[in-house]
């Protein structure tokens, strides 16, 4: 089956550790996208990547960092230098054509720092 | 406004229609989308319709697109008890529509 995964479900991160939230997909989409979310709130970009070796930051990347290596996946980094990381991380994959757009996210990480 | 806005809650009985409302805030927005979110998971992409369209129908789901007032509706007719999540508007700007707002969502909840 085709689809995009995070890992871990939940993670905790102490005061000035840096963490690295996995997105895998097998879609074979060229576009990957990571998102926080907050509680009672919408979706924020982080930072998104059209293809491989190449990315750009969202509304809100400071303190974030990410790679874009392979097609499949799109790691983040939450550095120490974010100061409230606690919140929910979504991964999300696109691919588009002429006549269709196709989107689909991965469970989520609970991000909570000890 | 600068936001994607939206009521943030919605009670219907169970099949009833339900219309949830949005507004956002770029012309140039290339799509513009609805997303459904059912508690602890990640979005599904339900639908999504094409600036230049007025309407588009999928089932039991119809979007409507007001350009001149940028106001985008979601109607689920015959809604059911599985309709019950947080629906999520967003627009998608940048250059190649890759720059995507979010709404703060709408929670539906649906009364037997």
């Known amino acids: 089956d085709g689809g995009i995964t995070q890992s871990p479900k939940y993670l905790f991160r102490k005061e000035g550790q840096n963490v690295t939230l996995s997105c895998e997909q097998n879609?074979?989409?060229?576009?990957m996208y990571w998102y926080r979310q907050d509680p009672g709130q919408g979706l924020r970009l982080i930072y998104y990547s059209q293809i491989v070796n190449d990315f750009q930051k969202g509304d809100i990347a400071e303190g974030y960092s990410v790679s874009r290596e392979k097609k499949e996946s799109f790691p983040l980094t939450v550095t120490s230098a974010q100061k409230n990381p606690t919140a929910f991380y979504l991964c999300a994959s696109r691919m588009t054509s002429s006549s269709q757009e196709t989107q689909y996210f991965g469970p989520g990480t609970r991000l909570l720092v000890l | 406004g600068e936001d994607v806005e939206q009521s943030l809650f919605l009670s219907v009985r169970e099949g009833d229609s339900s219309v949830i409302n949005c507004t956002y805030t770029d012309s140039s927005s290339t799509y513009l989308y609805w997303y459904k979110q059912e508690p602890g998971a990640g979005l599904q992409l339900l639908t999504y319709?094409?600036?230049?369209?007025d309407m588009k129908q999928d089932q039991r789901l119809t979007v409507l697109l007001n350009k001149k007032d940028k106001h985008l509706s979601l109607r689920i007719a015959d809604t059911q008890t599985g309709d019950s999540a947080i629906y999520f508007c967003?627009?998608?700007?940048?250059?190649?529509?890759?720059?995507?707002?979010f709404g703060p969502g709408t929670r539906l909840s649906v009364l037997p």
């Open positions: 319709i094409f600036s230049n369209m």
């Open positions: 879609l074979n989409h060229d576009a």
């Open positions: 967003a627009e998608s700007k940048g250059n190649y529509g890759q720059n995507f707002v």
